[in-house]
């Protein structure tokens, strides 16, 4: 079965946290490198962090320093910790796998971020 659920969003003022996670089917996470993309209104989905199967990681230019992505393979859950949150960062959030699994074919629901100013 082919699944991804993420969760965590939420409603928070400029300058908070929040922890989202995703957990996925065993045949979308492992053994591949998972990433968590957003997308804004109006706006096409964007990479926001990449995580490894190794545990090799990088991130969007505007979100490094504030954002950290990790992953618990035993649990098939990527996690993505978010700090000093700012209004741009309002976006539905998706994890998925890199590049993303059936061409982009499949995705969760997301997990709706907004970050008041």
């Known amino acids: 079965q082919v699944q991804l659920v993420e969760s965590g969003g939420g409603l928070v003022q400029a300058g908070g946290s929040l922890r989202l996670s995703c957990t996925a089917s065993?045949?979308?996470?492992?053994?591949?490198?998972m990433s968590w993309y957003r997308q804004a209104p109006g706006k096409q989905r964007e990479l926001v962090a990449r995580?490894?199967?190794?545990?090799?990681?990088d991130y969007a230019d505007s979100v490094k320093g504030r954002f950290t992505i990790s992953r618990d393979n035993a649990k098939k859950t990527v996690y993505l910790q978010m700090n000093n949150l700012k209004p741009e960062d309002t976006a539905v959030y998706y994890c998925?796998?890199?590049?993303?699994?059936?061409?982009?074919?499949?995705w969760g629901q997301g997990t709706q971020v907004t970050v008041s100013s």
């Open positions: 998925n796998r890199n590049p993303p699994f059936d061409n982009g074919r499949y």
């Open positions: 065993r045949t979308i996470f492992s053994p591949y490198t």
């Open positions: 995580i490894t199967g190794g545990g090799g990681i």
